[in-house]
């Protein structure tokens, strides 16, 4: 760039088109991206990887896709950073099942999902079955999850006070050799604690401090559990579980 900022090169501008994408600028990198074409530069996939991101949080879904098509159009083929920011945004309008089509997509290309790819279904879906589906998938594929992905299900049908599936995933991780972060107790506890299995979520607690993880002070962990109904044996501590 010179002295005033202006990008002189492929390089600089790509830089440049990078920080306002990310910096809450979309509408800017989409300028930026349009004196690019004007300028007649040879855009790589890094570049319209930032642009995607950019139309869609400025002009929705839609003209993230466009911008997809116009990169292929082009001869530049996208990767799995395409497909994803794609997904991603139709994820955040809701449309879930155009989202699965450009999954599907992404494989019949050869381009091999990440974790990343199955996030935004993950965050995004309000069915709860349908996300116990993807995540099995997910793993049947041999996409190996992250402890972020663990974290946000478990929260996630916390919230909903899903505890079956909060277990069942819970089973996964350590399935998996993954050894549970303060993110990952903390959302079993709070999951506990709505259901009202105060013992099992104290259990919980001291497990972390044993592993040396500081514990998220709960003013619920610190008193007795009198007139507490207490779940342990009982099968009524999945009512209201899938």
């Given at each position: 760039m010179d002295r005033k900022g202006i990008p002189k090169d492929l390089h600089s501008y790509t830089i440049y088109l990078n920080v306002l994408s990310?910096?809450?600028?979309?509408?800017?990198?989409?300028?930026?991206?349009?004196?690019?074409?004007?300028?007649?530069?040879?855009?790589?996939?890094?570049?319209?990887?930032?642009?995607?991101?950019?139309?869609g949080f400025?002009?929705?879904?839609?003209?993230?896709?466009?911008?997809?098509?116009?990169?292929?159009?082009?001869?530049?083929?996208?990767?799995?950073?395409?497909?994803?920011?794609?997904?991603?945004?139709?994820?955040?309008?809701?449309?879930l099942k155009e989202g699965y089509g450009f999954l599907y997509r992404m494989k019949k290309e050869g381009i091999e999902p990440n974790v990343i790819s199955y996030h935004s279904?993950?965050?995004?879906?309000?069915?709860p079955k349908e996300i116990l589906c993807l995540f099995e998938r997910m793993l049947?594929?041999?996409?190996?999850?992250?402890?972020?992905?663990y974290v946000m299900l478990m929260r996630k049908f916390g919230r909903w006070g899903f505890l079956r599936p909060v277990f069942m995933i819970w089973n996964k991780m350590e399935?998996?050799?993954?050894?549970?972060?303060?993110?990952?107790?903390?959302?079993?506890i709070n999951a506990l604690l709505q259901k009202g299995m105060v013992e099992l979520a104290r259990k919980y607690d001291q497990e972390m401090l044993a592993k040396g993880i500081s514990p998220k002070p709960r003013k619920e962990l610190r008193t007795d559990c009198l007139g507490v109904e207490e779940h342990d044996d009982d099968e009524n501590a999945f009512s209201g579980v899938l």
């Open positions: 990310k910096s809450g600028k979309p509408w800017k990198a989409l300028k930026l991206y349009r004196e690019m074409k004007s300028k007649r530069l040879d855009l790589d996939v890094v570049v319209y990887n930032s642009v995607i991101q950019a139309a400025a002009e929705g879904a839609d003209r993230a896709v466009r911008v997809f098509r116009e990169m292929i159009d082009c001869g530049c083929r996208p990767n799995v950073v395409s497909f994803n920011t794609v997904i991603k945004m139709m994820c955040r309008e809701g449309r279904f993950f965050q995004y879906s309000v069915r049947e594929s041999g996409v190996r999850p992250r402890m972020d992905t399935e998996n050799g993954e050894s549970p972060d303060v993110f990952a107790y903390n959302a079993m």
